[in-house]
């Protein structure tokens, strides 16, 4: 019979619960209470779209919903493939095809119950109408691509270690902060935000907030440059010390101070002001890129060294 695939809930009212998908039998989905997938919610269509399953494979088409459906971040305006792995938004929901786990063996009404019992624990730890899920389910790049495409307005709040704000604009991302700390500008904090691949997060109802400086780049452009970003600064880290070591000026001092560019010259004062790299990067107007690249040119080069 082959593989036998399901939507698992990652996101929405229903996350864990899993949908199976039969092959003699096209799942609809909408709010009206009679079809296959019953998602009761205002940005769902009465009948919104539907999946059928022929010649083994899998097709995806819109109904003519009001707000669209959108599979891995795209807006389909004609019935398309899925495959295992991909990701489908409908409203508030994000749902995965996987392959059938235990659901497989579920009657119809089972599997109503086992969404309904799923709902039921998320309603009593989630705020009303919000989108949550978990990094680790759907990166960052796949969500903020898809929250570009379906123009989703609001705040996404990713709390790690640390917690981050993504401000939201038709679905256009005009600010970031990590922690409150607009010290560090939109831009470095939504690259530092982009590393994350693990946490919670949530899409919070607009706020109403100004702030005086504002991203104006698209989103794909910002997504673009944060991983070009993330790349380099990968390709550094091994040389880099650790955060919050302690760093000194070598004394004494070989190298002449004319030998450094700009950048490194302001750099070694961050380092004689805050003696850690995280002190350099969180007080510096440039690029975390920038510092750590001149972090490790400063060590190579013995202008400073760890304590």
């Known amino acids: ?128 109408t919000a989108m949550t899920g978990k990094l680790e389910e759907i990166p960052l790049v796949d969500l903020l691509q898809m929250f570009s495409t379906s123009k989703k307005n609001g705040v996404l709040v990713v709390t790690a270690e640390r917690e981050a704000k993504i401000y939201l604009r038709q679905g256009k991302v005009y600010y970031a902060v990590i922690d409150e700390n607009h010290d560090l500008g939109p831009q470095k904090s939504f690259n530092r935000v982009m590393s994350w691949e693990s946490g919670d997060f949530e899409l919070r109802p607009p706020d109403n907030q100004s702030f005086m400086v504002e991203l104006d780049s698209s989103t794909d452009h910002l997504l673009m440059d944060a991983l070009r970003h993330l790349d380099e600064l990968r390709r550094v880290q091994p040389n880099l010390p650790a955060a919050d070591a302690t760093l000194t000026l070598a004394v004494p001092m070989t190298p ?52």
């Open 1 to 128: 019979m082959g593989d036998q695939y399901a939507l698992k809930f990652i996101s929405g009212k229903y996350q864990g619960g899993e949908f199976p998908l039969k092959a003699d039998k096209p799942c609809v989905i909408g709010r009206s209470s009679e079809l296959d997938m019953v998602l009761v919610e205002d940005m769902v269509s009465r009948k919104h779209a539907k999946i059928t399953w022929a010649q083994g494979k899998l097709n995806i088409e819109d109904l003519g919903s009001t707000n669209g459906t959108f599979v891995n971040g795209e807006k389909i305006l004609k019935p398309s493939r899925i495959k295992e792995g991909d990701r489908i938004l409908i409203g508030t929901s994000i749902l995965k095809l996987v392959k059938a786990g235990s659901s497989l063996d579920m009657t119809d009404a089972q599997v109503k119950q086992n969404l309904e019992q799923v709902a039921a624990q998320q309603s009593a730890k989630q705020t009303k």
């Open 256 to 307: 002449p101070l004319r030998e450094l560019t700009a950048d490194e010259l302001d750099v070694l004062q961050l380092v004689i002001n805050w003696g850690t790299l995280q002190g350099a990067l969180d007080h510096s107007p440039v690029e975390d890129l920038v510092v750590c690249t001149a972090i490790v040119s400063l060590m190579q080069r013995d202008y400073v060294r760890l304590v």
